[in-house]
């Protein structure tokens, strides 16, 4: 019997529909930005975002389409309550990357709403 590889696509990003990683749980693999976390998942409370790789970069924004203030996670990351997680503010969009953003690309991001070249926008 021959065996199958099974290839895994990081990073893994879980959002969560109540707080403490419980409700309803959908799974996004690969570099990836959700313009509008609300429209395209109704309630996330809870996430986790897990890559084989220490470089693998998450990015919180406070606004829709990756704008407002943002704030940044390296590596694997599990956040039990996103309530007030960017100052007194949820997260509106996100950016899941298995690949170093520096701050300055993600500054770029933020002015021009565009995603780099190997990402998909939800």
């Known amino acids: 019997m021959e065996k199958t590889a099974i290839a895994q696509v990081y990073p893994r990003l879980r959002l969560f529909s109540e707080e403490n990683f419980r409700g309803i749980r959908r799974t996004v693999r690969g570099n990836v930005g959700i313009a509008n976390l609300e429209r395209r998942y109704d309630d996330v409370e809870s996430l986790t975002f897990f890559s084989t790789s220490r470089n693998a970069t998450l990015v919180l924004f406070t ?6 203030n943002f704030r940044v996670f390296r590596g694997n990351v599990s956040l039990r309550d996103l309530d007030d997680i960017i100052g007194d503010n949820d997260p509106e969009s996100l950016i899941s990357s298995n690949r170093f953003l520096t701050l300055a690309q993600i500054r770029a991001i933020r002015s021009s709403g565009n995603l780099p070249a190997g990402f998909r926008r939800l």
């Open 63 to 68: 606004r829709t389409n990756f704008r407002g």
